[in-house]
Structure formats: C-alpha cells, structure tokens
C-alpha cells in the first residue's frame, strides 16, 4: 500500500512542479526577453533484481527537466534608440562583474562614462572599430563616446560630372603686338611751360601833343610763318583816322584803342589776305611810356614773326628800324612722340587707316584705337627714379609729378606719398621700391608722367629713366644758371616727360600693317616677330563666358574649417599639331574660396616663384564618352593654404607641393594640406551638364546628436556637422544547445558543459540573426497556453490526490476488519 502513497505524492510532486512552472511563466509573460518553460515529465519504475520486469508496477512520475524554449518572441517599435531585438538566433553579450553572460533582453542604457549596460549594469559587448570605422573583431565593452567629434580634413574629393559634349569651344585667338617704337618711354627733358612767339615794340613815350592821326598815317606789314604747321601769311596794317582811330592819341586808353584797331586788321584783313594767328597787345610801362607786343596765338609753336614794310611813322608806336623779328616760341617738354598711321585690316578687306595725334598720351591714343573694329589697347606708364643719383642735401626738394608737389626726403618717403594720392590727386599713378632702391613709377591709364624740380637747395637732383635701352636724363638746380638738366647735351630744361606703352590685341581675322613708318615713331616696321597669338578670353573665374561649367564642392581644413572649392570647365579645341591634345579634351580650373591652389613656378622671378599658381589640370574622354585616365592628368591640390575671409593664414595644416614631394593619392594619415580629386567616374555624353556623384572625406567638429543601429548591429553615431561615424559593432553568440544554458536571473544565461562554447560572430553571419533597432522583443510565453496548462496541471494535482485518498481508504479499511 506504501506504493501508492508513493505514486500518488510523485504525481503531486510532478503536478506541483508544473503549476510552479507555469506560474513562472505567467508571472514572466511581460518580461522582455523572457523564455518561457515548461515542465518534461517521466515515469518511475521500481529495480529489482529478481522477478519478472514486464509484470513490475510503476512507481510513479518524476520531473525531468524544466526544459527552456527559445523560440522567437514578438518584436515591438519603441521610442528608446539603444532598445534592440534580435530577430533570429543568438543572444547579446554582457559582461557582468568580469562574467560574461548572455541575453534576449535588448534594454540598454548608457551609464556616466557612455558605456552601453542593462537595467542591472552589466555591459553590452561588441566588436570595437579602426579609423576607417570598420570592426576590428575584437570583443569589448561598447562605448558611446558624446563628446565633441574632432574634424578631419579633407584628403580625397570623388567628384563625378557629365560635360556635354555639345558644347562650343569658348576660347579664341587673336593677335597682340605692343608700342614698339624707338619714341617709345623715352625720358625726354625740356622746359616745363611752353612760350610763344613775340616781337616786342620798344618802350615810346607818348608824344608831346599827341599823334594826329588826322594828318598823319601808319602802314607796316606783319607776316607768321611756320613750315611744320604751315600757319603762314600776311597782313597789312594801315591806321589812319578813317579806322575809328581817336584825332589825337595822348594816354594809354587811346593806345588800347589803337591796338584793337590793329587786331581787328589781322583777324579780317584786306583780301586776297588772310587772318593769321597773331594778336597786338598794348602794354603800360608806366611814367607816360608804352609799347606793342606781337604774339603768335599758339604756345610753344616754333614760328617765325616779322614786322617789315613801315612807313616813317611807325616809330611813333616804338616799331623803329624795321624789320623786326621774333623770339621763336618754344614747346613744353612731352613725350616725343610723333604722329604715326596704320592701317588696320578686317576679315572682309576692308581697311582703315589710323593715324595717331602728335605727342597725344597713351591713355588718349588708346582711347582711339578702342574705337576702331576688332582693336582692343590698353595703356600704361612706367618711369623710374634712380637711387644712385637722387640727391637732396638739405631735405628740401620739391618735385612736382604731373602738377602735384612732393616734398618727401628720400626715396621711400616719395613711394608713401605717391601711393597715399592714387585714388586722389594722382589717379591711377602708384610707386614701389625695386629691388636695387630705385622707385618705379607707374600710370595704370597710361597718361604721361612729367618730373619738375620746383625747389631744392644747389646740387638737388633726380635721374630719370624710362625705356631701359635708351638714355636717362637729369634735372638738378644749379644756383647759377638755375634749373638746367646735366646730361652730356647739356641742353637747358627744368622738366622730364615720360611716356607710356600701348599693348593692343586684334580680334580672329584683323590685321594691321605700317608700311612707310617714321624714323622715329611708335612702332617699329612690323615684321613676323611683331605679332603673337594671344587668347583674346582667358579664363576668368568672374566671367562666366570664360567656361563651359562649373561646380561647388564644400571641403574642411585640419581645423574643421569649412571652404568652398569650385571646379570649371572649359571645353578645348582639337589642333592634331598641338602635342596632348585631342578631340574630347576638357581643361578644369580649381579654386578655394576663389584662390589659387596650383604649385609655385620655380622658374618665375622672385616673388613670384613662391606664389600660387593657376591649378590647371587636362580631362580626356574616349570616343564613347566615357574617361580616358590614360590621357588624364592625375588631380592633385598641392598648394592650398586655408586663409580666413580677410586673406590671413589659419594656421592649419600647410601644403606640399609635388617638386618638395607631395604625392596623390595623399597618405593617410595626412601630414599636410594636400587633398585629390577623383574624375574617373566623370563623362561626356551629349546631354546636359551634370553633377552625378560628389563626395569627400572631410568634416568640421560635430557633436552627437542621434544614434542609428543597422541590422549588422554596427552602431552609428550622428552628429550636428551632418557626418555618421561607426562607434562599434553589437556581437551575438549562440550555442549548440541552448537548453543547455544555465538561468541566472534578469533574463541572463551563464554558459554550461551541456550547452557547449559560445559561437561568437557578428549578426546576420554565421546563422545568427539580425539585430533591430527601437525596439524589443516581447516574452514568448502564450498566456492562453499557459491558463490551459494551469487547468490541467490543476486537475493531475486533484486527480493524484484524489489517488492517496483511496489509498487511505483502502488501508483503513483493512484496519477496521479487526
């Protein structure tokens, strides 16, 4: 009868261990990560050693084993970005107090170093990243670094275009030549005010009485020649009283009177005579005396003035012992420069002849020629003060340049003055020391540049020089003969003029030519030396008819500085003679925040040769449109230096170009400022311009701003300068048998003999499966299920109960047949 006691307390047992379990996971039915159990019964059977086994009782039921079900759970959204679910197999690694352990529940927060840990502050484990962000595969505590990311600069610019291949060449070609005349910038000296031609009557009283014009006449006959101009002719002058003239003349007014008389004769004489250009003035010495002057109208004309054929009474207006001649005028000192004709041809034959106005500026020759058809001039002006010989011994010279007065002591002290009156008084004329201390002098218009020594003590002085090939010249005061020029000719002169260069271009098809040019002139007899071909539209970053497209890249210095990099294309023309050339030849122009970035030309003079080029590189295309590397140039930036918006160094990084060793494509890390530019990827099919793919490797300081999770379980970090960074990789192990797994509570596995060593991998590799982000996988415990298996459970624990009752009966029984 023990036997069925035994029996039914096993099945009271048993029904008990599965009411436990079931509550167990009903009790867990909320509980993330949660795997449900149930309860794996056997039944028991007594040993012994004699007697037949198939004829043996069972002794009742034991419990096997709580055997675990890993079976998926549901999968719910949330709100948390560190949430996960794995959807599939595998469990998350946690390091709890050195233990690994594994686990469903994908509830991760950070703790105050940005560690990912569970609600019970163990840590999550994945696989940490190299600089490049790829997992290096070694497990260790993922951390969630938000401090500030540090920028990194820009090393590599993947930057692919589709030019059209219909676009025109914008390029043309002309033809430039300059002033090339022996005229040309000559320091010419001579006076600095013109004169004029004059003959002077000798000082007269008046006479006692008067002069009767009544009884009395005066003729005499004036003549002007000039054979450069050819002003030439004569006038008689015939004074009577039937002229207006006053009876009597006996005061200055009446002098006056008579000579208006005598001009109105030269402006309107007596035909077959003509006007000439000479004008009578009276003039007042004073005490009673006067005389005439007889002056040529224009200053500084070389004429020739004679009074002659006079009567007896020509003397009394102090015109005795005629003839008289003049003082022949004399021109301010100018240019030198002569009048000289061209003929400018155009592409239809038509021609034009131009002819330039004597001793006209550069500016004002310029000027003219800017007007004529397919001609293009530009003036400038370049003089020189020569250090060597400037003298000013006492600290008081005054040099007037074009009518403005300077009265610094020295060289450096004129380059100041000069430069602070450009935008005034002095338009377009600046200076700078030269190397060798002499000051260049120069007209960006063109006009002349003209020197005066206006004061200064005995042996002030300063040579000027113009045109290198021809001869210098000074001026200097001299207490004796006052302000007079030292060169060997020793011609008197107090001023020096120099005058400019035009450099003229003409467009495709135009032609000039001089073929009976001057001794002397502007040009030199033009020859097949004269001209060169020019590009009359070079490429202007401004000028957006210099390019065919253009695009903008943004790219960061090694300080996080943001910079603007603009690419331009310009589409080339094919010429078989031209080596490189072919017929889908693009160029690209760069520039950073509209600066030069191509590497210094050593070959350039001093400073020059250390200051940024234009980066220029060629792009060639196959006949099929697509990049021809082969032919293109390898795109390197090596001489960028990053300056702020007012032109000043950042101190970032600094460049190097390809002649001190820079290289593409750029090391990494990257010691210097030197970044590439990828094209391979660009084309040049018939359809519009177009940008199909840009892309480069820099970014400015960020600081975290979300996290992104992908079903690799590869975490990334988002960041304010738009940049993504991977901070490590989520790990997932599984085990051959995960039933084998020991529970230790929170919903954490501790590996056991029975369940193997963990398979450690990345997710959605090795039949692991992936991971979710925002979200968590639920219990997998079905609450109907379990209700069901309450019930049942229930039912075998009555039912085995109801078996020790009978049992209990049954004894009794046959204790009461006593």
Sequence with gaps: MSSSFNIGLSGIRAANSDLSITGNNIANASTVGFKHSRAEFGDVYSNQLFGSVANRPGSGVGLQATAQQFKQGNINDTTNALDMAISGDGFFIVNQGGEQMYTRAGTFGLDNEGYVITNTGANLQGFGVDSTGKPTGILENLRIDASLQQPQQTSSVESGVNLDANEKVLERIGTKFSTDGNSVAVSQVGITDPTRTQIDGTSSAFPAGGFDFSANDITFDITLSNAETGNNGTVSIALDSSKGLPSNINNYNDVRTLVNVINAQISAPTQPQTAIDVQAVAVNDGGGNFHIEFRALKEGEPSQLTIDNGNANVGQIGLGSLPLNNSSGTPAVNNGYPAQSVDVTSPDGSVVTYTSTKSATAAATSAELNALAGVTAKASTEAKILAATFSNPANNMELALNGVTLNADDIAGLETQINNLSDTTLVGISAEVDDAGDLVITSSIGHDLKFSLTAGDDGTAIEIVGNDDAPSQIIEIDTDSSLVNATATNADGNSIVVGGKIDIQLEDGFSVSNLNPPALGLFEPFNSISFE???????????????????????????????????????????????????????????????????????????????????????????????????????????????????????????????????????????????????????????????????????????????????????????????SQALGQVALANFTNTQGLNPQGNTMWAESYESGVPVVSAPRSGGLGSVKANALEDSNVDLSTELVDLIIAQRNYQANAKTIETANQTTQTIINLR
């Design 533 to 723: 071909n020019v590009v009359l539209n070079p490429f202007d970053p401004n000028d957006p008819k210099s390019y065919n497209h253009t695009t903008a890249v943004k790219i960061f210095d090694s300080l996080g500085n943001p910079h603007t990099m603009n690419q331009y294309f310009v589409k080339q023309k094919y010429d078989p003679s031209v080596p490189g050339s072919s017929p889908n030849h693009w160029q690209m122009v760069v520039t950073i925040d509209g600066k030069e970035v191509g590497d210094p030309d050593p070959a350039a003079a001093p400073p020059q040769n250390l200051e940024p080029t234009r980066a220029t590189f060629d792009l060639h295309f196959k006949e099929n449109g697509e990049f021809n590397e082969a032919l293109s140039d390898v795109v390197l930036i090596s001489n960028w230096t990053p300056l702020d918006s007012e032109g000043n160094p950042l101190g970032t990084l600094k460049p190097l170009p390809v002649l001190e060793g820079g290289v593409a494509p750029v090391p990494s890390p990257n010691p210097t400022s030197n970044f590439s530019i990828d094209m391979s990827k660009s084309s040049q099919f018939g359809d519009k311009f177009t940008v199909k793919t840009v892309d480069q490797d820099g970014f400015a300081t960020g600081r975290l701003t979300g996290l992104n999770i992908s079903e690799d379980g590869v975490i990334f970090a988002r960041f304010s300068n738009q940049e």
